[in-house]
Structure formats: structure tokens, C-alpha cells
């Protein structure tokens, strides 16, 4: 089993609609925990850490379940410009290891 | 935000040949340096951590012999590829870090090898 899992994706979505990605990790002693945004070619942006109280920032909300070892991104009113590949990577271990990533693509 | 560099951002090589990237951290003092690679349409894989003055860490399933990583000060780490062969191919991306909750992605660079 892979240490971090995500939605395959790619999710194809209009702009102004609210899309969600999940993300699950294996190890119960990842003490961190983060979402990525990547663009084609480019290397990997830091969009939010997680909280376990859940964090929001602008139309990103980001919730952590520790108990179910399971990170969500909910992004609201989508604009062309948040298509990307959007990674989850947690820290077991003191090294941070990504999900495979889901492809967004935000179309008129 | 902190600057961090590689160069070079993207090379070609023939097979057999070894390829030397380096890393920079421009604004700030890493005490550890990932390195990961990250093959098309595929997530980012840790290859290796290092820090200053010490050998490195490799993941399983890579060679230690093959990927030669040098952290010869807190700025600079390099990663050299030797033979490398057409599966060496890939988005090869530093990541200098300050502590496990600071760290930072260089451009990277893009290795094709022919």
C-alpha cells in the first residue's frame, strides 16, 4: 500500500464550481500535514498546511481526520487559474512524502 | 520566502555519461537537503535525504552508487547521475530544508538522457 493515496482525478470543472479532493496516508505517526499545488514542468507550491481544527484560507479549506488518517482540499468558486496538480504530503518520519496528485482543469 | 536555485534547470546527455545538478539555498542556511524525482504524470519520490557534512540517506530501491549526493555546505548540495541510461530520464527537484516543517523546492531540473 502506498504511504499516501489521492483521487485519481482528473476532475474537469466550470469555473465557480466547488470541488473537493481527498487524500489518505498509511502512517498513524505522520505528525504534518500539507497541500500542494504543482504546475506543469514547474516545482511543487506550498498552498496550506492542515490543522487538526481544519484551516481555511480564501476559498481553501482544508480538514484533517487523524483518526480516519484522512486529509481533504475543498476549493470553492473555481477560477481558471487553479488548474494544476494538486498534491497531499504528510511527515512521517521527518521527510515529506507526496500523493500521487489529482489533476484539475477549470474550464469556461 | 526563501530562494533556492538548481542549475542546471534542464540538460540533455548521452548514455554513459554523468550529470551533475546542483542546488543552491540563496537566502538561508539548510541543515537538511532532499532530493526527489519526479517521472511524467507521476508524484514527486524521495530519492535521498543529506545533511551537511554527512552521507547521505538513500530510499529503497536507489543506488547510492548511481545518484551521488554530496552536501558539502549548508547553501550547496549536488546530486550527480553517473552513467546514466534513457530510465534516468526525469524531473530531478532539490528540496534544502530548515527543519521538517520549513522546507523548499528548487525549479528543478530536467534530465533526458538519449
Known amino acids: 500500500r502506498k504511504e499516501v493515496e489521492q483521487d485519481p482525478g482528473p476532475f474537469n470543472v466550470p469555473e465557480g464550481a466547488t470541488v473537493a479532493f481527498n487524500c489518505t496516508y498509511s502512517n498513524s505517526a505522520s505528525q504534518s500535514f500539507f497541500w500542494y499545488r504543482q504546475d506543469c514542468r514547474k516545482e511543487p507550491k506550498l498552498l496550506m498546511s492542515v490543522y487538526s481544527s481544519g484551516n481555511e484560507d480564501g476559498r481553501f479549506t482544508a480538514q484533517l481526520n487523524r483518526a480516519s488518517q484522512y486529509i481533504s482540499l475543498l476549493i470553492r468558486d473555481s477560477k481558471l487559474s487553479d488548474s494544476a496538480t494538486y498534491l497531499c504530503a504528510v511527515t512521517p518520519h521527518n521527510k515529506l512524502i507526496f500523493g500521487a496528485g489529482t489533476r484539475l482543469a477549470v474550464h469556461p | 520566502g526563501a530562494v533556492v536555485s538548481q542549475h542546471p534547470s534542464w540538460v540533455i546527455c548521452k548514455s554513459g555519461t554523468s550529470v551533475k545538478i546542483e542546488c543552491r539555498s540563496l537566502?538561508?542556511?539548510?541543515?537538511?537537503m532532499f532530493w526527489y524525482r519526479q517521472f511524467p504524470k507521476q508524484s514527486l519520490m524521495l530519492m535521498a535525504t543529506s545533511n551537511e557534512g554527512s552521507k547521505a540517506t538513500y530510499e529503497q530501491g536507489v543506488e547510492k552508487d548511481k545518484f551521488l549526493i554530496n552536501h558539502a555546505s549548508l547553501t550547496l548540495s549536488t546530486l550527480t547521475v553517473t552513467s546514466a541510461h534513457p530510465e534516468d530520464s526525469s524531473f530531478y527537484i532539490c528540496?534544502?530544508?530548515?527543519?521538517?516543517?520549513?522546507?523548499?523546492f528548487g525549479p528543478g531540473t530536467r534530465l533526458t538522457v538519449t
Open positions: 528540496s534544502p530544508s530548515l527543519n521538517p516543517y520549513e522546507q523548499y
Open positions: 537566502d538561508f542556511q539548510a541543515t537538511t
